[in-house]
């Protein structure tokens, strides 16, 4: 991953105070003024699939908003698995836990190729103490965090595992209007706590079904109708 903002050449700095996320990361609340007089320490980074963010307890100095693509967030197990307990999406900040001092309770990978601001810990500190807008943005990451477990918890992880696959598609966006770029089947079996074969028998049953089916490259259209009733058991 190479960092851009830092690049006063990068063609993108300029557009930092509009980027279409502005409005739902951790600095909308403030002038264009005092944007651009944080930008300097913050870096864009393209993340391809399959680049680390950071590790599980690996020490804290950042904050990342998304910009666009797909973060996963992993633990390892104990038994040498891994189970993926959330997934961000543009607009979500990752590595909240720096702000009270822990290491990252996660691993943090690109799921899908994503943009990132790589933002230091000290920049939000300081403005968490002098600016509301931005303590009141935190307060509102956290839950929405919360909120997210919570889902993960009740949808993904309860129910049978055709359910629980059709839930997973669904929270994904698959519908026939919108193909999605599905995750690997290991990672959708770390996402649903079932082997990875289990995921590709229950995914090859909804192929055959019409459930889903490949439309360019590894982009997936979902029948949405159908999912949403499998959902239900």
Known sequence: MKPNCTNIEWHGRAKCAVCEVRNFVLFSGLSAQELDSILQPIDNLHAPQHAVLYEQGAAAPYVYTIRSGLIKLKVDLPNGGQRIVRLLRPGDVAGLETLVGERYHHAAIALQDADVCRIPRDVVMKLDQTRPSVHQALLQRW???????????VALSTGPAEARMARLLITLGCSGEHPETMPSREDMGALL??????ASRIMAGFKRRGLVHTDKGSDVVCDHAGLAQLADC
């Open 143 to 153: 839950q929405r965090s919360v909120d997210q477990a919570d889902h993960f918890i």
């Open 193 to 198: 706590g079932i082997t990875t074969e289990t």
